[in-house]
């Protein structure tokens, strides 16, 4: 299986990436990073967004607060035409608070 990495940078969020698809074949969207809340015992997580569509999350329960907190890795399904495509990370919950400080990266496996 080969993978194409489509964006690995530092936040804030929100991120937007433009990338080309590899084919119109079945393929997973792997999804990494970091978030953190002002609030303990809180939801964080990631939104994750293909052309304007929401498709998936990456999330992750945190105890504790001001704390930057990597979030469940987690793998999308997707099947999408090929050519040009827009994704867009998000904070997923109105506790999740990103900055400079927190890393992502998404890579689609094909």
Do not use: C, K
């Not at 904070?91 to 990103?98: K, N």
């Amino acid at each position: 299986m080969a993978i194409q990495v489509i964006l690995q940078q530092a936040g804030p969020l929100p991120i937007q990436a433009t990338f080309e698809a590899p084919g119109d074949e079945p393929m997973y969207l792997e999804v990494n990073g970091s978030v953190w809340s002002q609030s303990a015992n809180v939801v964080v997580g990631i939104g994750v967004n293909v052309d304007e569509q929401e498709v998936g999350h990456a999330l992750l329960f945190s105890n504790g607060n001001a704390t930057h907190r990597t979030v469940v890795p987690t793998y999308i399904p997707i099947q999408l035409g090929e050519g040009q495509h827009t994704l867009t990370l998000f904070p997923d919950t109105t506790d999740t608070v990103s900055d400079s400080n927190d890393f992502y990266t998404v890579v689609i496996h094909y």
